[in-house]
């Protein structure tokens, strides 16, 4: 009896992690559940894992009816990892693609990729054509970025820029919707990190930014 019981709790955990994690409705599984150490590994950012969240490996999102077409849009591409947080009210989108060069370190620039990528997300033209002056100028009212002493004291990072996502269908699970970006960038290497959140998350949104803040740290 005692081993049923046993087998039984054991199962309920396996159920309630997975449950937590890769949803078959509405993700799809590259099955690379290493792929966010890797990928931080190579561009020199270290990252620590909050004991407050749970994190998937890499995943992407289902195509339409699965998942809005709005938030595939704002969420462009595989994710390295999804962290999801204990209260159910959070779910981070970690992006990292990583890099198969040896970083240069003489880097300092941000790389326009960087724009094109927000772009995309707040729906202001390809992300695969470089950006205009008068997009731009549409961008430096939406966007923040980091004086640069902050992005160095909280990540060690050259540059760090936020933005919001005001589309309200841009909803996951038809709970989590898309509020928030944001992209830390060092030697013209960059991790991103896309805040969904319930209505009552929402409201507590600077206790997951911080989480964040304690989470990532680039090499010196």
């Known amino acids: 009896m005692k081993k049923l019981l046993l087998l039984a709790w054991i199962i309920t955990l396996t159920i309630g992690a997975y449950g937590q994690g890769i949803d078959p409705v509405t993700?799809?599984?590259?099955?690379?559940k290493s792929k966010l150490e890797m990928a931080t590994k190579t561009i020199g950012l270290n990252y620590k894992l909050?004991?407050?969240?749970?994190a998937t490996g890499e995943f992407y999102l289902k195509m339409p009816p699965a998942n809005p077409t709005e938030l595939l849009r704002t969420v462009?591409?595989?994710?390295?990892?999804?962290?999801i947080h204990e209260d159910q009210e959070c779910i981070l989108f970690i992006d990292c693609?990583?890099?198969?060069?040896?970083?240069?370190?003489?880097?300092?620039?941000?790389?326009?990729?960087?724009?094109?990528?927000?772009?995309?997300s707040l729906d202001m033209g390809s992300a695969f054509k470089?950006?205009?002056?008068?997009?731009?100028?549409?961008?430096?009212?939406i966007i923040t970025i980091w004086p640069s002493?902050?992005?160095?004291?909280?990540?060690?990072?050259?540059y760090v820029i936020t933005y919001p996502i005001e589309d309200k269908k841009a909803v996951y699970q038809d709970?989590?919707?898309?509020?928030?970006?944001?992209?830390?960038?060092?030697?013209?290497?960059?991790?991103?990190?896309?805040?969904?959140?319930t209505k009552k998350g929402y409201k507590h949104i600077?206790?997951?930014?911080?989480?964040?803040e304690e989470a990532f740290r680039f090499e010196d």
């Open 50 to 54: 909050p004991k407050e969240y749970f």
């Open 76 to 83: 462009f591409g595989t994710r390295a990892s999804k962290w």
């Open 149 to 158: 002493q902050k992005s160095k004291e909280i990540f060690n990072a050259q």
């Open 97 to 120: 693609a990583g890099t198969e060069t040896t970083i240069d370190k003489s880097v300092d620039k941000l790389p326009e990729n960087v724009f094109s990528q927000i772009r995309n």
């Open 206 to 212: 600077n206790k997951y930014i911080k989480d964040v």
């Open 175 to 197: 709970k989590y919707r898309h509020r928030m970006d944001l992209i830390m960038v060092k030697w013209g290497k960059k991790l991103t990190v896309s805040f969904l959140l």
């Open 27 to 32: 993700d799809g599984s590259t099955h690379n």
């Open 130 to 141: 470089e950006t205009t002056d008068e997009q731009m100028e549409e961008l430096k009212k």
